[in-house]
């Protein structure tokens, strides 16, 4: 019996989890307009609902029942495999990811996350990396030289900017002792990681708008210079998978942020509920993200390599030695 109720508190947390993720880009994204809207003194969608709050559910409909068109030349089978095996890691990853400690459900204790690793931090930067795989085929299935030259500007950007997001979190994994994110999150109740790890939270916060491909490092999309970069020739539900992918791996990003640096779910000071701590921290860095989208010009492709290479990864670097030093 004990046994029958852990798997149907599994399924059921892993089937709120995906509900949660497939529907949380629908706010994101009139937020995001609004944000948009307020910085450049406008007022951003107004007319569909009340302050354009069904504008995101119009927009959707739209998409839902537009033309699923794919490409004469394209490789069909990897064409239409591409934007699942974008969307994919990014929902798995939060299998990994707790939202708090437990709470207490009519006499029953119930965990808010699905499974403690002890080598979570690895894996998702194990899963996450796969993300990059479905862009790639996605540019290269469409046969279009700029669909073709956004998914090569990803590997690229990938590749350049996973190096120092991960060696940004080996400091926090020095100082927790620990891989799992619970205990990394536990051993920041009394001090935050960010007063220790200012330059590892730098290194990764950078490195995190570039895996998540926001501008100023959307380079892969790039609608100046690549028409829409590697998902050009997509369209209809198709391109939605793409859109999920990417504000799900921005919330990710600011998920990880606030647990590896700002101490997960622990407060400071006002006496608030751990879990509305948590919402808020990760609110914060989701508004972060928006506002530097329409605050900071897209970098040129050699300064996106130079940032990486010959910035992010000699401070990661020299952070985990001063952390090794001082305090180990």
Known sequence: MELAIAIGLIVLKVAILIAALLLLPLPLVWLERKIAGHIQQRMGPMRVGWHGLLQPLADGIKLLTKEDHIPADADRLIFK????????????????????????????????????????????????????????FGGWASNSKYSVLGGLRTCAQM????????????????????MSLLDIVRAQADMWNVV?????FFV????????????PFDLAEAEGDLGAGFHTEYSGI?????????????????VLTVILF???????????????????KVAFFIYVFMWFRFTFPRYRYDQLMEIGWKVLLPLSLANIMITGV???
Do not use: C, K
Request: hydrophobic residues 65%.
């Open 262 to 280: 700002f101490g997960g779910w622990n407060g400071v000071l006002i006496p608030l509920p751990p879990i509305l701590w948590f919402i808020l």
């Open 204 to 215: 990764f916060f950078v490195a995190g708008l570039a895996e998540a491909q926001r501008i």
């Open 238 to 254: 198709r391109f939605i998978f793409f859109m999920v992918s990417e504000y799900v791996v921005m919330v990710l990003v600011s």
């Open 81 to 136: 495999l591409a934007p699942v095996l974008a969307m994919l890691p990014p929902f798995v990853v939060f299998v990994a990811i707790p939202f708090g400690e437990s709470v207490s459900v009519l006499g029953h204790e119930i965990t808010l996350y699905v499974s403690d690793m002890n080598v979570a931090l690895l894996f998702v930067f194990a899963v996450i990396g796969i993300e990059v795989y479905g862009v790639i």
């Open 326 to 328: 001082v305090f180990l």
């Open 159 to 178: 590749i350049s900017y996973e190096i120092p997001m991960g060696f940004a979190v080996i400091g926090v994994v020095m100082l927790a002792q620990s």
């Open 196 to 200: 220790y790890q200012p330059v590892g």
